[in-house]
């Protein structure tokens, strides 16, 4: 079965730290993408990734930068949490192809207090 | 720019019919509809490409008009399983690769 598998599924995090949020995936996709989703505004992109050491900035990158150094895995990072920064995250992979169906993982519910 | 999704909200009764709608303001590529269950994931149902072609889901359909860049999502004859946050996500012509833009989302809710 296609699996992406989010490290955390619950996190509580204080102002300041910082935070990664791991994603892996094991379809060998070349696609990998973090959202947030809040109640009431859907899933926005904050990064995607195309390839290995490849990242593009989504529609909302501010506060937050990513890392992908193999191709299974890609690391969302919080540098400096912020309370605006409590959220669910979704990491989700696709394969090459321009119109990939996207696979999502569980979710990470982050906190910041 | 998100698309945008109409009716924020629908609530049918087991057997009912539905239409879910999402528009753009940009040229689009393709159209793709997800589902997400409460507390789960978003799963694919269907992807709408420029040109007509469609792929998915075999109990749902779509259409896509590419002249008015909106899509419809038709839920036929609901089932209590049918319910859910459906998200119409967008990928604009001439945009950037995998770039994938979703909406704000339908609630819909099937009762018995």
């Known amino acids: 079965d296609v699996k992406v598998t989010q490290s955390s599924r619950y996190l509580v995090k204080r102002t300041g730290e910082k935070v990664f949020l791991e994603c892996v995936q094991d379809?060998?996709?070349?696609?990998m993408f973090w959202y947030r989703q809040d109640p009431g505004l859907g899933l926005r992109l904050i990064y995607f990734s195309y390839d290995v050491k490849m990242k593009e900035k989504g529609d909302i990158p501010e506060g937050y930068s990513v890392s992908r150094e193999k191709k299974e895995r890609f690391s969302l990072i919080l540098e400096s949490a912020s309370t605006n920064q409590t959220s669910m995250y979704l990491c989700?992979?696709?394969?090459?192809?321009?119109?990939?169906?996207?696979?999502f993982g569980e979710g990470s519910r982050l906190t910041v207090l | 720019q998100q698309p945008v999704q109409s009716p924020q909200a629908v609530i049918l009764r087991e057997g009912e019919d539905a239409v879910i709608n999402c528009s753009s303001s940009?040229?689009?590529?393709?159209v793709h509809w997800y589902r997400q269950k409460h507390g789960e994931a978003p799963v694919f149902l269907m992807i709408?490409?420029?040109?007509?072609e469609q792929k998915g889901h075999e109990k749902i359909s779509a259409s896509f008009n590419e002249k008015k860049q909106q899509s419809s999502l038709y839920l036929t004859a609901s089932q209590l399983s049918y319910s859910g946050t459906y998200f119409c996500g967008t990928e604009r012509s001439g945009g950037s690769n995998y770039k994938l833009t979703f909406g704000k989302g339908t609630l819909l809710t099937v009762n018995p």
């Open positions: 989700a992979s696709s394969s090459g192809s321009y119109t990939g169906e996207l696979f």
């Open positions: 940009k040229a689009l590529y393709s």
């Open positions: 709408l490409l420029k040109g007509g």
């Open positions: 379809m060998d996709h070349e696609n």
